[in-house]
């Protein structure tokens, strides 16, 4: 056998590498030269030349150079760099350098947004032990989990982390694999033949990197390593999934360039009637700059971003921690959520929910109805659960579970049960029992536990009292419980303690079975209620058993208006899945696997559906990541899942979810409602320099650029933020979801934009530009410029356009604050940042107005009283027209 370091160092590790774990051992063993004493230490140092070490590779970040560039050249940006260009090329210096400020601020706004690193690759490394104990040259050894290589021969015990992914050679383990698996309960890993045709997870003689062992010993054969294991392959599938844009990023690409194509075509047929006017080429060229830049919202992108961020913020106090900004906005278009059970509707946390004695028949568990004497004694000698330092009992969850639904006095049965107690016989994963022995009133009594189907194995029963058993079982079964039966047997004063368990356990007497259930968290039936209220259907995809899932979703409310489970996800073709998705029931995937999840995630997005998915184990990491809102735990849930996923859960409750898809929703309406007041100021900049184009410079420019940069960047500014902050409209969880098609800039929002409030105030401001020219005596074609007779009163009127656009955008603001309902029903003092931003709006104009350093720099001058005195009204007409709109709306609606 010790053909663990002969020759062919070099078709070692390509054998190794071709390893398949499901064969026979002995030729597994021939395959990777590993025999009982192991790898010497010189086959180890070779192969892991050749292998590498066992860690899973990290991903590649995109370069800062590159997100800068991607930021750099964005349409808006690249429209700002022409509009710049031309001002070089006209010689206006600063205006030049202001528009280069500009476009510096947005893309740094932009990157904050972007430059999420994303870590689910490296967080799979924490999964790994840091060292695991081997068999090499014959001894055993502690070497570095990154120096393990396939053909090593690796000793695993209760409390490990298995350190690769390893074929058993002997012994017996119960493993927690949730973390790949999604099962909540422990598995079994036996040193035994394998299984024909079911899938390398499920393998009885395997263990997989990253899983903790619960119980038991065993040796077992690495075949893989590093990448190659499940836990890497986890990786690589994280990694091939790119993140896409969400629907607000995709939606303002394009309405960006539909601006700019708009902006560029409008200057090209302008500059073309300036020439055949006779304007000259710096006016052309000042014309071309205002138009750009009037059509530029160059607030959009900062605003939206720290809009999104406000967002952020107030979900995080809900319990929603959000690590794209986007993301919040695509909360508010989900319309399915793709749930795992354990731990997000269920507490994970196993109870004690019914039982069952040969005498009283299926009992439900309570407080009022604890198991009789003689099963709680059993139930609490057969366990190893012992009291941390703060008190709470630790151990296996099912043994916790049987302890305390056993009975109150946790403390003085905890010490009854240790008093007593002479022996243990541990769970053993084949058996799938486990035995006590402990001292009562001078006699032995022996408390077994363990799958029913092994316990009556060894116990003597009639065949009538067997099969009310197993009708027993199978009733409790089908609630979705995990059933366990307990035996005892008594043993007469003097006999010994069983030195072996199989001198124990056997003719064994039956007492009892015990149902053991993770309940719903309280919150989420009605959490439920309301997804269905707002048009989301809710679908469940576990690697639990679909009994048990299909339980938990009734109990929820999940199923309207059916229910259809599909109990092996992994056999579930495309064309079955396309059909299932998009039919009208809410759908159990059980059984699923991490490429199900992908499979699942994909299908809905083929689909038009807007997805979030919840996980917490490291399999849930890709689906995390393709999903459009990867929802991870964040008590439960491992670094994994929560690296690769955009929003993590605090309290890793389903009812955060609908919380956060409510906020969402919220926002993407705040949102429309500050890009319809942006949007609103767009014709009244740009219809005064239309109006000096088309007059052929016979009409001075009304407003200049310098000005135009003023209110986008400086006064509109916080009444947009304060309108991101805006309290949700009623009713706006019991509307469906809006239409993956629909976009954030709709035909409607454009009309009320340009149509109405662009329009009226477009008006109102050329209105009190011509009256402060007319008043001074101007007639068109007069000379304005600097020394000239009219060139202090050219400055007021381009002042008072300003300060009439100022205050314009409070009437819009106003108006931008509903969509349907009026003023009075929003309340005027409701948003009190809003107000805020009024406030500093105000201010910020007036300096620019009244303070002389300002005045120089943008060609401002101080305004009479009865200028300022027609311009005070100009909100209440902005905001009163576009109320008249709404209330003709609403009638319309109510006649209809």
């Given at each position: 056998?010790?053909?663990?370091?002969v020759?062919?160092?070099?078709?070692?590790p390509?054998?190794?590498?071709?390893?398949?774990p499901?064969?026979?051992?002995?030729l597994?063993?021939?395959?990777?030269g590993?025999?009982?004493?192991?790898?010497?230490?010189?086959?180890?140092?070779?192969?892991?030349?050749?292998?590498?070490?066992?860690?899973?590779?990290?991903h590649?970040?995109?370069s800062?150079?590159r997100?800068?560039?991607?930021?750099?050249?964005?349409?808006?940006?690249?429209?700002?760099?022409?509009?710049?260009a031309?001002?070089?090329?006209?010689?206006?210096?600063?205006?030049?350098?202001?528009?280069?400020?500009?476009?510096?601020?947005?893309?740094?706004?932009?990157?904050?947004?972007e430059?999420?690193a994303?870590?689910?690759?490296?967080a799979l490394?924490?999964?790994?032990?840091?060292?695991a104990?081997?068999?090499?040259?014959?001894?055993?050894?502690?070497v570095?989990?990154?120096?393990?290589?396939?053909?090593?021969?690796?000793?695993?015990?209760e409390?490990?982390?298995?350190?690769?992914?390893?074929?058993?050679t002997?012994?017996?383990?119960?493993?927690?694999?949730?973390?790949?698996?999604?099962?909540?309960?422990?598995?079994?890993?036996?040193?035994?033949?394998?299984?024909e045709?079911?899938?390398?997870?499920?393998?009885?003689?395997?263990?997989?990197?990253?899983?903790?062992c619960?119980?038991?010993?065993?040796?077992?054969?690495?075949?893989?390593?590093?990448?190659?294991?499940e836990?890497?392959?986890?990786?690589?599938?994280?990694?091939?999934?790119?993140?896409?844009?969400?629907?607000?990023?995709s939606?303002?690409?394009?309405?960006?360039?539909?601006?700019?194509?708009?902006?560029i075509?409008m200057g090209?047929?302008?500059?073309?009637?300036?020439?055949?006017?006779?304007l000259?080429?710096?006016?052309?060229l000042?014309?071309a700059?205002?138009?750009?830049v009037?059509?530029?919202?160059?607030?959009?992108?900062?605003?939206?971003t720290?809009?999104?961020a406000?967002?952020?913020r107030?979900?995080?106090?809900?319990?929603?921690?959000?690590?794209?900004?986007?993301?919040v906005?695509?909360?508010?278009?989900?319309?399915?959520?793709c749930?795992?059970?354990?731990?997000?509707l269920?507490?994970?946390?196993?109870r004690?929910?019914t039982?069952?004695t040969?005498?009283?028949?299926?009992?439900?568990?309570?407080?009022?109805?604890?198991?009789?004497p003689d099963?709680a004694?059993?139930?609490?000698?057969?366990?190893?659960?012992s009291r941390?330092?703060?008190?709470?009992?630790?151990?296996?969850?099912?043994?916790?579970?049987?302890?305390?639904?056993?009975g109150?006095?946790?403390?003085e049965?905890?010490?009854?049960?240790?008093?007593?107690?002479?022996?243990?016989?541990?769970?053993?994963?084949?058996?799938r029992?486990?035995?006590?022995?402990?001292?009562?009133d001078?006699?032995?009594?022996?408390?077994?536990?363990?799958?029913?189907?092994?316990?009556?194995?060894?116990?003597?029963?009639?065949?009538?009292?067997?099969?009310?058993?197993?009708a027993?079982?199978?009733?409790?079964?089908?609630?979705?419980?995990?059933?366990?039966?307990?035996?005892?047997?008594?043993?007469?004063s003097?006999?010994?303690?069983?030195e072996?368990?199989?001198?124990?356990e056997?003719?064994?007497?039956?007492?009892?079975?015990?149902?053991?259930?993770?309940?719903?968290?309280?919150?989420?039936?009605?959490?439920?209620?309301?997804?269905?209220?707002?048009?989301?259907?809710?679908?469940?995809?576990?690697?639990?058993?679909?009994?048990?899932?299909a339980?938990?979703?009734?109990?929820?409310?999940?199923?309207v208006?059916?229910?259809?489970?599909?109990?092996?996800?992994e056999?579930?073709?495309?064309?079955?899945?396309?059909?299932?998705?998009?039919?009208?029931?809410?759908?159990?995937?059980?059984?699923?696997?991490?490429?199900?999840?992908?499979?699942v995630?994909?299908?809905l997005?083929?689909?038009?559906?807007?997805?979030?998915?919840?996980?917490?184990?490291?399999?849930?990491?890709?689906?995390?990541?393709q999903?459009?809102?990867?929802?991870?735990?964040?008590?439960?849930?491992?670094?994994?899942a929560?690296?690769?996923s955009?929003?993590?859960?605090?309290?890793?409750?389903?009812?955060?979810?609908?919380?956060?898809?409510?906020?969402?929703?919220?926002?993407?309406?705040?949102?429309?409602k500050?890009?319809l007041?942006i949007?609103?100021?767009?014709?009244?900049e740009i219809?005064?320099?239309?109006?000096?184009?088309?007059?052929?410079?016979?009409?001075?420019?009304?407003?200049?650029?310098?000005?135009?940069?003023?209110?986008?960047?400086?006064?509109?500014?916080?009444?947009a933020?304060?309108?991101?902050r805006?309290?949700?409209?009623?009713?706006i969880?019991?509307?469906p979801?809006?239409?993956?098609?629909?976009?954030v800039?709709?035909?409607?929002?454009?009309?009320?934009?340009?149509?109405y409030?662009?329009?009226?105030?477009?008006?109102?401001?050329m209105?009190?530009?011509?009256?402060?020219?007319w008043?001074?005596?101007?007639?068109?074609?007069?000379?304005?410029?600097?020394?000239t007779?009219?060139?202090?009163?050219?400055?007021?009127?381009?002042?008072?356009?300003?300060?009439?656009?100022?205050?314009?955008?409070?009437?819009?603001?106003?108006?931008?604050?509903?969509?349907?309902?009026?003023?009075?029903?929003?309340?005027l003092?409701?948003?009190p940042l809003?107000?805020?931003?009024?406030g500093?709006?105000l201010?910020?104009?007036a300096?620019?107005?009244?303070?002389?350093?300002?005045?120089?720099?943008?060609?401002?001058?101080?305004l009479?009283?009865?200028?300022?005195?027609?311009?005070?009204?100009f909100?209440?007409?902005?905001?009163?027209?576009?109320?008249?709109?709404?209330?003709f709306?609403?009638?319309?609606?109510?006649?209809?």
């Open positions: 056998m010790a053909h663990h370091s020759a062919r160092p070099e078709s070692k390509d054998a190794a590498a071709a390893a398949n499901e064969e026979p051992l002995p597994l063993r021939k395959e990777l590993t025999g009982d004493r192991g790898l010497s230490a010189r086959e180890a140092a070779r192969r892991l030349a050749v292998y590498g070490p066992n860690e899973v590779r990290r590649e970040r995109t800062f150079v997100l800068l560039a991607g930021q750099l050249a964005h349409p808006l940006a690249l429209l700002l760099w022409g509009a710049g031309l001002a070089f090329i006209a010689g206006m210096q600063v205006l030049g350098w202001a528009i280069l400020a500009v476009i510096l601020v947005n893309a740094a706004f932009a990157l904050l947004q430059h999420q994303e870590r689910a690759v490296e490394a924490a999964y790994l032990p840091e060292q104990r081997v068999v090499r040259d014959g001894r055993r050894q502690a570095d989990v990154a120096e393990l290589v396939p053909g090593d021969l690796v000793v695993i015990e409390g490990d982390k298995v350190p690769a992914d390893a074929r058993l002997d012994g017996a383990l119960e493993l927690d694999m949730s973390m790949l698996t999604g099962e909540s309960a422990p598995v079994e890993r036996v040193a035994a033949p394998g299984q045709g079911i899938a390398l997870l499920r393998e009885p003689n395997l263990v997989f990197s990253g899983t903790t619960t119980g038991g010993e065993a040796r077992a054969i690495v075949f893989a390593t590093g990448g190659h294991t836990l890497g392959r986890i990786a690589a599938l994280s990694q091939r999934a790119p993140r896409q844009d969400s629907p607000l990023e939606q303002v690409k394009k309405v960006a360039w539909l601006i700019a194509g708009v902006a075509g090209v047929v302008f500059l073309l009637i300036g020439a055949l006017v006779g000259p080429l710096r006016d052309a000042m014309f700059i205002g138009l750009l009037a059509n530029v919202p160059e607030g959009l992108l900062p605003t939206i720290l809009a999104l406000v967002g952020v107030v979900l995080a106090k809900q319990g929603a921690v959000v690590k794209r900004l986007s993301a906005e695509t909360l508010g278009s989900t319309n399915v959520i749930t795992d059970k354990t731990g997000t269920t507490q994970n946390r196993m004690l929910h039982f069952w040969p005498d009283a028949g299926t009992v439900t568990a309570s407080e009022d109805r604890p198991p009789p099963l004694q059993a139930i609490t000698d057969c366990t190893t659960v941390g330092e703060d008190g709470a009992l630790q151990g296996d969850p099912t043994e916790i579970a049987l302890f305390e639904g056993a109150p006095d946790v403390a049965r905890l010490a009854d049960r240790d008093s007593r107690r002479r022996a243990v016989f541990r769970f053993d994963a084949r058996l029992l486990m035995s006590t022995v402990a001292e009562r001078d006699r032995l009594l022996i408390s077994v536990k363990g799958a029913p189907e092994s316990v009556l194995r060894h116990a003597d029963l009639t065949d009538d009292q067997r099969t009310r058993m197993l027993a079982v199978d009733e409790l079964a089908q609630k979705g419980l995990r059933v366990l039966a307990v035996a005892v047997r008594e043993l007469p003097g006999r010994q303690v069983p072996k368990r199989e001198d124990a056997e003719d064994l007497r039956l007492i009892g079975l015990v149902g053991l259930y993770d309940p719903p968290r309280p919150q989420v039936a009605a959490a439920v209620r309301r997804c269905h209220d707002a048009g989301l259907r809710v679908h469940i995809v576990t690697g639990d058993n679909g009994t048990t899932a339980a938990v979703a009734r109990e929820v409310g999940i199923g208006p059916e229910l259809r489970v599909v109990a092996e996800s056999e579930v073709h495309d064309h079955e899945l396309d059909e299932l998705l998009t039919g009208p029931a809410e759908i159990v995937f059980a059984r699923s696997s991490p490429e199900t999840k992908l499979k995630a994909d299908a997005r083929a689909h038009g559906q807007i997805v979030a998915m919840t996980g917490d184990g490291a399999n849930d990491a890709p689906a995390l990541h999903a459009h809102i990867g929802v991870a735990m964040g008590r439960s849930g491992t670094d994994v929560r690296e690769a955009t929003m993590v859960l605090t309290d890793d409750n389903f009812a955060t979810i609908v919380t956060a898809i409510e906020s969402g929703r919220r926002v993407y309406d705040n949102v429309r500050f890009i007041y949007f609103a100021h767009a014709i009244p219809v005064p320099f239309l109006i000096f184009a088309l007059s052929g410079g016979l009409v001075p420019l009304p407003l200049t650029v310098l000005q135009i940069l003023a209110i986008d960047l400086g006064t509109e500014t916080l009444p933020l304060a309108l991101g805006e309290p949700a409209e009623p009713g969880m019991s509307r979801p809006r239409p993956s098609s629909q976009g800039i709709s035909r409607d929002m454009l009309i009320r934009a340009w149509g409030l662009g329009l009226v105030s477009a008006v109102l401001v209105s009190v530009f011509f009256y402060v020219l008043r001074a005596g101007w007639h068109p074609g007069d000379a304005t410029g600097s020394g007779a009219l060139h202090h009163a050219y400055l007021a009127a381009t002042t008072a356009t300003f300060a009439g656009l100022v205050t314009c955008q409070i009437g819009t603001a106003m108006a931008s604050r509903t969509d349907h309902a009026s003023l009075r029903q929003v309340g003092t409701s948003n809003l107000l805020a931003g009024i500093f709006e201010l910020f104009a300096a620019l107005i009244y303070l002389p350093p300002f005045q120089h720099l943008f060609g401002t001058a101080a009479p009283a009865d200028v300022l005195g027609i311009i005070a009204v909100p209440f007409i902005v905001w009163g027209t576009d109320e008249l709109r709404r209330w709306r609403r009638r319309r609606a109510a006649a209809g």
